[in-house]
């Protein structure tokens, strides 16, 4: 659909409507143009936006689907409450949204005055748009210092974004592919990269905080070449020069010894690294013994690959880095991520057509959130926070508290207990947040007195943990904005348009304003969500929402080589905004935090070298949750199309691992290791590396019996369940979910 058809075909009562998806349900804010046909109020279709400059007509199978999600039968359309006695029992009943606000402010009141507000704990999950207002609801509305993000690490993300605010003094560095202009590839100023690292990283599927990772095969098409790094042989590695197959856990290896090729054979950029790089000869001396030989033996992989792929992409600029997930989720990722960022600096390729773009350090959503903590009593935020004194680093850039030491204090009741919880987009028990999610469950169930959770549908979390629901509207019905990698390194920002009423639910945005008109008016300048936007667009770009709405897309611009401008600094220099002005490959805040300043390399925690008694048993490598098309984490289980496509969790195993240990393509096979055990459908795939498992997160049956002990099934295949607690890595970042061992043998059925 273009804009001359959907106006062409538009009557009074037979619309189009353009905007630009995020959630609910659940996807990161790429931002995807779509068309709604909207027939007497009634979503009736979905199309791709042919003019979006961005997506350009390309939608995913769960954006097609979206009136399946609007009209599902089990969706939730009204706020529902319960009894704190009837928690796992299906006993809710409907009422009103002011009865619902009612009930929240005095079971707000009366925690806060009976254990203080930091009593008071609020889980969120992912970027999805409701991400952005869970931060201001705890921090400024019920005044908690306690906004969790509850993966073992914080390992989602965060990692990636610390990484890049210490080493280069800016928010997280994406991949340049021409997104910030509205002309794309054909801005005068791009340049199109020669090679991209894929790195850890599936952005086909994934199209991460706002990457559209569909222009990767439109960059292809125009010439770019690929290297891969991954356990798998992806649709992408099969396309690759170079494929770096590695054992899981094992990238911050290969990364210095890419280093240590580039150094040793004089491939880096001499005038980058002398102008605009602090500690460069510490780097070399420390990656003098990584020859991809040492590597190649460490992560089961090719020397010559490595050697090659390193030797291309420094001789070949500008080229760029896509660096995902795989970073976050490990205990050394925090170290491969700093040899990463090295390579592309050390390369020239930092903020470069072509290269890396950076992000800045103070954006719109950001500056809304920081604002909000100061509404936190300033004791309470310095000393009350779960794990800032202990994590110092994580503290100085995250407002969160640690999640490990989350589940620490509630387990122990030190230093203080959470007595209300409230779940602000996740599924908390299926998913996230939690490793060992058994333990999270057994505390909250026991020591929260009150619980809510905004949703789109019952979930097992609601079930369990909840005595008050609050519904919320999706794409389309709400009214909001889209904006790329949360707003750090953000290329265009989206109008999410109305296009259908809302009827008895609200967007979080709404949700948060009204409680913070209640619990703390005096923070509270908005009364809906177009006043919030009017405000907060208006300082930044200078239009309102409604001249968004008109615009659709509105894209803010990109400098290139800001350090040489004095872009990046706040006094204004030239220079990177760290403390020594430069890109830090060796670190001053690591120094500063008790911390090796320079990249190395650790075994994971639970793998064949460094528990190999354990590995007896337990012989296979795991890694979990590579993304599919079907679904958003635990989301989209109950739309019958969507799980069409996805029927079962899948455990992918090589045929030669399949063979040794007895299960074949289709039976169901149990995974288990000392942590935990998850039963999956094998699949038998040659794509896979000898030795490593990969299993699908997320999984939990809507179709079963909600009720406790069943909750949805959602035990049967809680592969988070196999990820241990407290074995965060570098400053209490990054968790093994894609490198702990395990063993797999064959089971009956999905109940076995
Ligand atoms: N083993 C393993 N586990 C993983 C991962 C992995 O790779 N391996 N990945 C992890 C990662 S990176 C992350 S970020 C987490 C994500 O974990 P979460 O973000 O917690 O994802 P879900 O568990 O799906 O919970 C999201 C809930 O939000 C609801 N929802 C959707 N849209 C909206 C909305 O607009 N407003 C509100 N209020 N609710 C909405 C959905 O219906 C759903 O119930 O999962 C992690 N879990
Ligand atoms: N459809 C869909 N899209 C999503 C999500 C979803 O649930 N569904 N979740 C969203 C969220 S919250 C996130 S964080 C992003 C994540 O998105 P990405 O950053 O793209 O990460 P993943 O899809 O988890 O994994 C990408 C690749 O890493 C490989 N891998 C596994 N272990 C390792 C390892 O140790 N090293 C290396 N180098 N590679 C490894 C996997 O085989 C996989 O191909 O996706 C987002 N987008
Ligand atoms: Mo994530």
Redesign the pocket.
């Known amino acids: 659909m273009n804009e001359t058809q959907a106006k062409a075909l538009s009557t009074e009562n037979d619309k189009w409507v353009r905007t630009n998806c995020w959630s609910a349900p659940g996807?990161?804010p790429a931002g995807c143009g779509l068309y709604l046909h909207v027939v007497d109020g009634k979503l009736v279709d979905v199309e791709g936006d042919e003019d979006h400059p961005i997506s350009q007509g390309r939608v995913c199978s769960?954006a097609l689907c979206l009136d399946e999600a609007v009209y599902h039968k089990d969706r939730i359309t009204h706020p529902m409450k319960r009894a704190r006695e009837d928690r796992g029992l299906d006993k809710w009943e409907q009422i009103s949204w002011d009865e619902a606000y009612d009930l929240l402010l005095t079971k707000t009141r009366e925690i806060q005055e009976k254990y203080g507000p930091e009593a008071i704990i609020l889980f969120a999950g992912?970027?999805r748009e409701c991400t952005l207002s869970a931060y201001s609801a705890c921090f400024a509305a019920y005044q908690s210092p306690n906004e969790v993000f509850a993966m073992s690490g914080y390992s989602?993300?965060g990692p990636r974004c610390a990484i890049s605010f210490y080493i280069l003094g800016a928010g997280y560095p994406e991949i340049d592919y021409a997104a910030f202009f509205p002309e794309r590839y054909d801005y005068e100023g791009y340049t199109l990269p020669k090679y991209m690292i894929v790195?850890?990283?599936?952005?086909l599927?994934?199209?991460?905080d706002g990457l559209f990772g569909h222009a990767i095969v439109d960059m292809m098409k125009r010439g770019m070449k690929l290297i891969t790094?991954?356990?798998?042989v992806?649709w992408l590695a099969s396309r690759a020069e170079y494929n770096i197959q590695?054992r899981?856990?094992t990238?911050a290896a290969v990364a210095l010894a890419m280093l240590h090729v580039i150094i040793y054979e004089d491939l880096y950029d001499h005038e980058f690294v002398e102008k605009w790089t602090h500690g460069f000869d510490q780097l070399k001396e420390r990656v003098a013994e990584w020859t991809p030989e040492k590597a190649a033996e460490i992560c089961w992989c090719s020397a010559e690959v490595i050697r090659g792929a390193a030797r291309a992409f420094a001789t070949n600029g500008p080229s760029t880095i896509a660096w995902?997930?795989?970073f976050d989720t490990?205990t050394n990722g925090v170290q491969a991520g700093q040899a990463v960022l090295s390579i592309a600096a050390i390369c020239g390729y930092i903020d470069v057509p072509g290269g890396m773009t950076i992000g800045e350090k103070e954006t719109l959503l950001g500056k809304w959130w920081t604002d909000s903590t100061a509404e936190v009593d300033p004791d309470i935020w310095n000393y009350k926070r779960i794990g800032a004194q202990e994590f110092p680093g994580f503290a100085a850039v995250q407002t969160h508290p640690q999640p490990d030491r989350v589940l620490d204090a509630l387990e122990s009741g030190e230093p203080y207990q959470f007595k209300m919880a409230h779940y602000w987009g996740t599924n908390f028990l299926a998913n996230t947040s939690a490793h060992a999610p058994h333990r999270w469950y057994e505390r909250l169930k026991e020591e929260t007195e009150f619980g809510v959770i905004n949703d789109v549908f019952m979930t097992p979390t609601a079930m369990a943990l909840c005595e008050l629901f609050l519904p919320v509207s999706c794409v389309g019905e709400r009214k909001g904005a889209v904006m790329p990698q949360f707003g750090r390194n953000m290329s265009f920002i989206g109008s999410m348009t109305q296009a259908i009423p809302e009827n008895d639910t609200k967007c979080d945005i709404d949700i948060m304003i009204d409680m913070g008109r209640m619990m703390n008016p005096d923070a509270w300048p908005w009364t809906n969500v177009e006043d919030f936007y009017d405000d907060w667009l208006g300082r930044f770009y200078g239009f309102g929402y409604n001249e968004l709405v008109d615009k659709n897309v509105y894209f803010p611009g990109y400098t290139y080589k800001k350090y040489e401008k004095g872009m990046l600094r706040s006094d204004g220099q030239p220079g990177f905004d760290t403390p020594t002005g430069k890109v830090e490959l060796y670190s001053t805040l690591y120094e500063i935090f008790g911390e090796d300043p320079l990249p190395y390399y650790i075994e994971p925690r639970y793998s064949p070298y460094s528990k190999p008694e354990m590995a007896e048993v337990y012989p296979l490598v795991l890694?979990t949750?590579?993304?599919?098309?079907g679904?958003?984490?635990s989301e989209h289980r109950q739309m019958a199309t969507l799980r069409d496509i996805d029927p079962d969790p899948i455990l992918e195993i090589h045929p030669a691992d399949a063979v040794k240990y007895g299960v074949k393509d289709g039976d169901w096979a149990a995974i288990e290791n000392p942590f935990g055990r998850a039963v999956l459908r094998v699949k038998e795939v040659p794509t896979i590396m000898e030795g490593v498992v990969?299993a699908q997160h997320?999984w939990w049956y809507p179709e079963q019996d909600g009720e406790e002990p069943n909750l949805f099934g959602v035990w049967k295949t809680s592969v988070d369940s196999l990820i241990p607690h407290n074995e965060m890595g570098k400053l209490g970042f990054g968790a093994p979910f894609?490198?702990v061992i395990c063993k797999v043998y064959r089971v009956e059925s999905l109940d076995d």
């Open positions: 996807c990161h769960r992912t970027g989602c993300y790195w850890g990283k599936y952005p599927i994934s199209n991460p790094v991954d356990p798998r992806t590695l899981p856990g990238d995902g997930l795989a490990s890694t949750g590579a993304r599919k098309w679904s958003f984490h990969h997320g894609k490198n």
